[in-house]
């Protein structure tokens, strides 16, 4: 905001990009964010159903890599998703929602590899006091503080994160004007 001369912004954070935009406010208050959107994040996996848990068990053998090759795996399969089943499980995207070339295409282009630390630190948000920064602080349980103006969003068939989930950190911001879309 400094380099643009804006007082405020509108924040639109989608997954990771709403993660951020939940800890940010917390952590640095929200002021400066006029309004905000998170679509598909939470503050707390344990609410609902989600694929995530199904890392849990692999926590120590993943811990031992440099990083996940996530993007690269997807990029590479992209071409055989059909063959591979990827499409229509739902788990990646809903496949009810794309044209069925642009699945390949998404697969191919849309994931990142993934930095261990990233992906340890977001499994602390199955422990029992939700996601939690390694300097001790607990997102879920200063979640008041965030009080932007929120529209939280979910998607009915998300299998990542649910809209339980998502209702249940929207229940736990301090924010006057909130907001619940399915």
Do not use: C
């Not at 120590?60 to 499409?87: K, Q």
């Not at 739902?90 to 930095?115: C, H, K, M, T, V």
């Amino acid at each position: 905001l400094t380099r643009t001369g804006y007082d405020d912004l509108l924040w639109v954070g989608h997954s990771m990009g709403g993660v951020l935009l939940y800890m940010y406010g917390i952590r640095h208050g929200t002021r400066r964010i006029r309004a905000a959107v998170a679509s598909a994040a939470t503050l707390d996996y344990r609410v609902g159903e989600t694929s995530f848990r199904a890392l849990l068990p692999h926590r120590e053998r993943l811990a031992r890599l440099p990083n996940i090759p996530f993007g690269t795996l997807m990029s590479l399969s992209a071409p055989f998703h059909r063959r591979l089943g990827m499409s229509g499980r739902g788990d990646l995207y809903n496949p009810e929602n794309l044209e069925p070339n642009f699945g390949r295409q998404y697969l191919a282009s849309a994931y990142e590899d993934i930095a261990t630390g990233v992906l340890l630190s977001l499994s602390s948000t199955f422990g029992p006091r939700g996601f939690q920064h390694p300097d001790g602080l607990t997102y879920l349980e200063e979640a008041g503080r965030f009080t932007a103006p929120l529209l939280a969003m979910a998607g009915a068939k998300d299998q990542q994160v649910s809209p339980e989930a998502v209702a249940a950190t929207l229940g736990r911001v301090g924010s006057k004007t909130r907001r619940f879309m399915l």
